[in-house]
């Protein structure tokens, strides 16, 4: 049975850091793009940073960028979101996802081009 499992959010001040961590198990990934989207309450599910297999490349929404840094480590089939100057609008549900197609060419960026999801993890920035 595939799962990925969120771990690291929590409540924070504005300002201040977070690291989420996203365990896979059931298969390995290091042949997928990995991504981190996230929810709030009322929105659509958003995309915040994807990263290719092979970790050469990524790819940031434009409100995270300079902020936020997507990493993987394919031995131990995980990948992380470092998130640095948070502020009260990156307050949601973040989920970790594996991209369903092999060695894509690009990082995906859409919700339906990935497969399989974590249930998620909240992260809290108060003002």
């Known amino acids: 049975q595939v799962q990925l499992v969120e771990s690291g959010g929590g409540l924070v001040q504005a300002g201040g850091s977070l690291r989420l961590s996203c365990a896979a198990s059931?298969?390995?990934?290091?042949?997928?793009?990995m991504g981190w989207f996230r929810q709030a309450p009322g929105k659509e599910r958003e995309f915040v940073a994807g990263i290719r297999w092979r970790g050469t490349s990524t790819s940031y929404a434009d409100s995270v960028k300079g902020r936020f840094t997507i990493s993987r480590d394919n031995a131990n089939n995980a990948v992380y979101l470092e998130m640095n100057s948070l502020k009260p609008e990156d307050t949601g549900v973040y989920y970790c996802?594996?991209?369903?197609?092999?060695?894509?060419?690009?990082?995906?960026?859409?919700?339906?081009?990935?497969?399989?999801w974590g249930q998620g993890t909240q992260v809290t920035v108060s003002s």
């Open positions: 059931g298969r390995t990934f290091s042949r997928n793009a």
């Open positions: 996802a594996a991209d369903r197609r092999d060695y894509r060419a690009y990082v995906p960026g859409l919700v339906e081009e990935y497969d399989y």
